[in-house]
């Protein structure tokens, strides 16, 4: 708990400013996850003194009893303005405002897996972003009027061919020396560019040519990913957080809103780059025997939706949710590390995977590489595949070796467990999957780690939601029985609302199952909408590949008795992980994956599903388990 | 006057430093121009106490009088360490250290006076290094999915051809905003780089395109040039003072001698950019009704010798004073100028003139367009002419149509004031000019900016001393008269050294002429060579343009009665000031320039007189005024 003061004399100097935002200018961190909107209760603060000198403009979710012991929303409440006729008594209080402790801060609790895909193990061809050439330059000889980077150069283009070398500063001023310490015998690390032109972006004495690291690196809304990849023996280490921008808002319109001055998108690149160095520095302290140093990372795949690129690189991120929602920048040109923020060597390449559409981007265009779908090759290429990324945002991308179209819709941060009151991200602690006794509703849980659980994430409420319907505690609208009696069920005095209960500290109310249900209404009305464009049918697809952060595995059956994903045959379906991470894993590997995403890129079409009249009636139906219209779900129906 | 201490009990922690390093280290200024060789005598300070823990290890010029009251040279003396078995008695006296005050500092006097030469005012084809553009971008229609850098790459394109637009990070985050501020006008500034891509580096809301600014920059040894170019209309503005390295070390081989760790490289670059910039500044506060602010300065030419260019950016110029003289690199890709440190528009391009050998730099290659020696298509084109820059360093080119080459030697810095007594540079109360009665030896001055004058510059010292020569005051040895009194001249008693009197606070002493023939003899030596290697005489020379930090004028008579330069045709001579200010300014607005100096430096042959054993003969041969053989200055023969 801490405590803040407003001087009343001063009451006049906050003209229309928010509780929230006076606090946060005197540098008090308070949650607001909904950004400033006054649905999420995060910013909840207690007046301890000067109530009068408040207005509350709304409570939003707060209890009664929690108004009644003075609590605010933060947000939206304000200073009452002193008339100037009217000074302040001196007898008058003065404002004294009391912040909560936070609950338990998640977002520094990493979670380490290697997750690596069959694509990623049988990639061919490794040709990684920055490599290494170990050679022997001559000294200069006397008569020999070449300059140190002429000679330099030379003996480059003696092994790479008759390309422009390139050399920043930084390079130049260390050439001199660094030939002069072994005779001549130097390490070079380098890039070549789309100009074809060889980049230089280190010169070592003597051989390190065998360490050579690079980063793949996920940004999404909720959930961030960092992967430290050897670029000589594809070894991966895997680490991932949340991003400290959720303390901003839980989706990307809150972000957007809070970004609304150059002060506010600057911290929220702060954030996520403090995200991003702190999973580097999560890897590299634990694989310092192998020489993970972060002056041997030499480059970086950054794969995102659009709009966390934007605050990524502090780009105004307003006109995304304005129509036409125009986004600054599809590609991004190399940048390197010390301009990005990346603490990593500073001249690093970060290549950024292109995106599509202002809610299609790099994240997916980096995730469809780890599918069948354009591969032109394949003897399947005519059959239309199906990709969906499930997170914050929900992305589908339909297609064959003809054509490629995608989509966007917002399911929410309910699967990242975003607005569920138990739920946290797919990290050790996080319960993954719950089993539910028939007779009993007694709950068996798992969690990732095998460790105590801490939370639920969102395969696991797939897992407790799905298993509630099958087992009769749930109905299709979303409410616990109320006439079968468990112990698991507590249901509240006048009926009207119930949680379940699955430890003594983790408890799942029907509004977090409403929740989940809108997510996944959200994904299930975007994937008929986009079949209907196609003029096709479920069935027709012949592949669904399902992506996402829900760790390391989700039970398809489960998403389909949800009603998320489409009762087809089960063995059409598969879970591929974080394919946005994984993709960039391969990007950063292979110079063939990059031309091959740059190609894909190129022949995406967009879709605006939000645009159109019928998603509302499509999202509305799919309010229910698995679905208003039952025949859509043969397969559950012959269950039952 | 200031004083430091240091602590007899910590003199072991002094381990062989001398007291220049000691001072230094705890931030006491000490001039040091001989960089630490113990011959200049300008880092002498005075022993209050303690001299018994002092080991004087020479005392260079300081005169006995001056040993006697106390005095040290701070560069060769150091600290007796404690024996460890005998601990400093405490009655032993603390070593208290006077630094004497400096001399005025010229250093902060800036000269302000435009120069420009024919060749910039007829300069056709005017095509900057950066242009301006201001267009009209419409904006995003409903339906229209490209991006805002999409949007607008279109629209350049539009006015440039399918060229490669390319926008640093900086760029990209201004895009969105500005876009929106007036109905899509905007300003872009950029520039073509050797790839043909487009760098765009500034984007401005509204018609700034009127507004664009550039500086040629010169960087010498001892001077330092700024001249501010409207790029609109030509108008230029022109500041230039001493360069504040010289405090390390008057001349090149000094410098690098200082910088013999990384911490005084960054010293050395930290002097020069702050004379760069603080030349700006003047320039800036003087125009500013015309906007000159410095973030509308969006490009500069940098011209300076190799060693200077070293310095400027922090390139290690060890190699250049080693066989076989190395430098790290002769032509140097286009900077941004945060990179460089100008304090200018971050992204400006920063174009470095580039250098042909470790002594022949970018202010030859800038130089030689201010001459005809390559423009092909003249009717002289086949005649040999002869470009001598002379300052602290002297450069020659040779050359023709058909072949160029070019040589250095070092003149010392007297020709800018350095190593004369009241020596300065060619600023505001320098003496240019000196007139000398025949039959009393009183002299007549005139003074750059007709201001009290505070020292004498090169041609003052050329003016005087061929005055003094020719009017019988002085031997052709260098010598005074000892036999025809004047009252201007001062015979010290035993009749050994002599000085000449120009004011009660300026004279110049025997020791002063002396470093101007040495000078001199350095610069005729080297052209002798140069003509021996072309196998011609001097007569078959067509044209001499001499180029240097004289000021606006440098009598030709008096260089060759001097035995400066050859005795030949007066009208085949001109004086063309400082030609690596004019050639950068030139470069700076001419494409065709940029062009021209990477074609001649292609073509030019470096010569390493300095390796040839006749180099000394033809140099002592020189050191007479105006030289032994007589024969070879005919013109002067008659006139005697």
């Given at each position: 708990?801490?405590?803040?003061?407003?001087?009343?004399?001063?009451?006049?100097?906050?003209?229309?400013?928010?509780?929230?935002t006076i606090?946060?200018?005197?540098?008090?961190?308070?949650?607001?996850p909904?950004?400033?909107?006054?649905?999420?209760?995060?910013?909840?603060?207690?007046?301890?003194?000067?109530?009068?000198?408040?207005?509350?403009?709304?409570?939003?979710?707060?209890?009664?009893?929690?108004?009644?012991?003075g609590?605010?929303?933060?947000?939206?409440?304000?200073?009452?303005?002193?008339?100037?006729?009217?000074?302040?008594?001196?007898?008058?209080?003065?404002?004294?405002?009391?912040?909560?402790?936070?609950?338990?801060?998640?977002?520094?609790?990493?979670?380490?897996?290697?997750?690596?895909?069959?694509?990623?193990?049988?990639?061919?061809?490794?040709?990684?972003?920055?490599?290494?050439?170990?050679?022997?330059?001559?000294?200069?000889?006397?008569?020999?009027?070449?300059?140190?980077?002429?000679?330099?150069?030379?003996?480059i283009?003696?092994?790479?061919?008759?390309?422009?070398?390139?050399?920043?500063?930084?390079?130049?001023?260390?050439?001199?020396?660094?030939?002069?310490?072994?005779?001549?015998?130097?390490?070079?690390?380098?890039?070549?560019?789309?100009?074809?032109?060889?980049?230089?972006?280190?010169?070592?004495?003597?051989?390190?040519?065998?360490?050579?690291?690079?980063?793949?690196?996920d940004?999404?809304?909720?959930?961030?990913?960092?992967?430290?990849?050897?670029?000589?023996?594809?070894?991966?280490?895997?680490?991932?957080?949340?991003?400290?921008?959720?303390?901003?808002?839980?989706?990307?319109?809150?972000?957007?809103?809070?970004?609304?001055?150059?002060?506010?998108?600057?911290?929220?690149?702060?954030?996520?780059?403090?995200?991003?160095?702190?999973?580097?520095?999560?890897?590299?302290?634990?694989?310092?025997?192998?020489?993970?140093?972060?002056?041997?990372?030499?480059?970086?795949?950054?794969?995102g939706?659009?709009?966390?690129?934007?605050?990524?690189?502090a780009?105004?991120?307003?006109?995304l949710?304005?129509?036409?929602?125009?986004?600054?920048?599809?590609?991004?040109?190399?940048?390197?590390?010390?301009?990005?923020?990346?603490?990593?060597?500073?001249?690093?390449?970060?290549?950024?995977?292109?995106?599509?559409?202002s809610?299609?981007?790099?994240?997916?265009?980096?995730?469809?590489?780890?599918?069948?779908?354009?591969?032109?090759?394949?003897?399947?290429?005519?059959?239309?595949?199906?990709?969906?990324?499930?997170g914050?945002?929900g992305?589908?991308?339909?297609?064959?070796?003809?054509?490629?179209?995608?989509?966007?819709?917002?399911?929410?941060?309910?699967?990242?467990?975003?607005?569920?009151?138990?739920?946290?991200?797919?990290?050790?602690?996080?319960?993954?999957?719950?089993?539910?006794?028939?007779?009993?509703?007694?709950?068996?849980?798992?969690?990732?780690g095998?460790?105590?659980?801490?939370?639920?994430?969102?395969?696991?409420?797939?897992?407790?939601?799905?298993?509630?319907?099958?087992?009769?505690?749930?109905?299709?609208?979303?409410?616990l029985s109320r006439?079968?009696?468990?112990?698991?069920?507590?249901?509240?005095?006048?009926g009207?609302?119930?949680?379940?209960?699955?430890?003594?500290?983790?408890?799942?109310?029907?509004?977090?199952?409403?929740?989940?249900?809108?997510a996944?209404?959200?994904?299930?009305?975007?994937?008929?909408?986009?079949?209907?464009?196609?003029?096709?049918?479920?069935?027709?697809?012949?592949?669904?590949?399902?992506a996402?952060?829900?760790?390391?595995?989700?039970?398809?059956?489960?998403?389909?008795?949800?009603?998320?994903?489409?009762d087809i045959?089960?063995?059409?379906?598969?879970?591929?992980g974080?394919?946005?991470?994984?993709g960039?894993?391969?990007?950063?590997?292979?110079?063939?994956?990059?031309?091959?995403?740059?190609?894909?890129?190129?022949?995406?079409t967009?879709i605006?599903?939000?645009?159109?009249?019928?998603?509302?009636?499509?999202?509305?139906a799919?309010?229910?388990?698995?679905?208003?219209n039952?025949?859509?779900?043969?397969?559950?129906?012959?269950?039952?």
């Amino acid at each position: 708990m801490n405590n803040f003061n407003i001087s009343v004399e001063n009451s006049n100097t906050f003209p229309n400013l928010d509780i929230l935002t006076i606090a946060r200018d005197n540098k008090h961190a308070l949650n607001s996850p909904c950004g400033g909107n006054g649905t999420c209760g995060k910013c909840k603060v207690k007046v301890v003194s000067g109530r009068e000198h408040i207005e509350a403009v709304n409570f939003g979710p707060l209890s009664k009893d929690e108004i009644a012991e003075g609590f605010i929303l933060a947000c939206k409440s304000k200073i009452i303005p002193s008339l100037p006729s009217h000074p302040p008594h001196p007898s008058n209080s003065p404002i004294e405002i009391l912040i909560p402790s936070p609950t338990t801060n998640l977002a520094t609790i990493p979670y380490t897996e290697n997750e690596t895909s069959e694509k990623f193990e049988t990639l061919k061809k490794i040709e990684p972003l920055t490599k290494t050439l170990f050679i022997d330059v001559l000294p200069p000889e006397v008569g020999d009027s070449q300059s140190d980077i002429d000679r330099l150069t030379s003996r480059i283009q003696k092994e790479v061919g008759l390309k422009k070398i390139v050399y920043p500063l930084s390079i130049i001023q260390k050439v001199a020396t660094t030939l002069r310490l072994q005779d001549g015998k130097v390490t070079l690390r380098f890039y070549e560019n789309e100009d074809e032109a060889i980049h230089v972006i280190s010169i070592e004495d003597g051989d390190t040519s065998k360490i050579n690291f690079g980063l793949a690196i996920d940004i999404g809304t909720t959930t961030v990913a960092v992967q430290l990849i050897d670029l000589n023996t594809k070894e991966t280490f895997t680490s991932s957080s949340y991003n400290q921008q959720i303390e901003c808002g839980l989706d990307v319109i809150s972000r957007i809103n809070y970004a609304k001055n150059p002060e506010r998108l600057q911290e929220l690149r702060e954030k996520i780059l403090k995200t991003i160095n702190q999973l580097i520095k999560n890897i590299t302290d634990t694989t310092a025997t192998i020489n993970t140093n972060n002056q041997n990372i030499s480059c970086a795949v950054i794969s995102g939706n659009t709009t966390m690129i934007h605050l990524l690189l502090a780009l105004n991120p307003e006109y995304l949710r304005l129509e036409p929602y125009v986004p600054t920048v599809y590609q991004l040109p190399i940048l390197n590390a010390a301009t990005v923020g990346l603490e990593i060597n500073a001249e690093s390449p970060i290549y950024f995977s292109p995106a599509v559409g202002s809610y299609v981007g790099g994240d997916i265009t980096a995730g469809v590489l780890c599918t069948d779908i354009v591969n032109d090759a394949d003897a399947d290429a005519d059959e239309i595949k199906l990709f969906i990324d499930i997170g914050t945002n929900g992305e589908i991308v339909a297609g064959n070796k003809d054509f490629l179209i995608t989509c966007a819709c917002s399911a929410g941060p309910a699967f990242e467990g975003g607005g569920i009151k138990c739920g946290m991200i797919a990290i050790n602690g996080a319960i993954e999957r719950v089993e539910i006794d028939t007779t009993t509703a007694k709950p068996t849980y798992f969690t990732i780690g095998n460790v105590e659980a801490k939370g639920i994430c969102g395969s696991g409420m797939i897992s407790l939601i799905a298993n509630l319907y099958t087992s009769g505690w749930l109905d299709a609208g979303g409410k616990l029985s109320r006439s079968k009696k468990s112990p698991y069920i507590n249901i509240n005095q006048n009926g009207r609302s119930a949680h379940f209960i699955l430890t003594d500290s983790i408890t799942i109310s029907e509004v977090d199952i409403e929740n989940i249900i809108r997510a996944k209404a959200a994904i299930y009305s975007a994937l008929t909408l986009l079949i209907e464009q196609m003029e096709i049918t479920f069935s027709e697809i012949s592949k669904v590949y399902i992506a996402g952060g829900f760790g390391r595995s989700l039970d398809i059956e489960k998403g389909i008795i949800l009603g998320m994903i489409p009762d087809i045959a089960r063995e059409k379906y598969s879970y591929i992980g974080n394919s946005s991470l994984q993709g960039s894993a391969m990007i950063l590997l292979s110079k063939e994956m990059r031309e091959k995403q740059k190609k894909l890129t190129n022949k995406m079409t967009y879709i605006d599903l939000s645009s159109m009249p019928s998603y509302m009636n499509h999202y509305s139906a799919a309010l229910f388990l698995p679905h208003t219209n039952f025949d859509l779900f043969p397969s559950l129906k012959r269950n039952n």
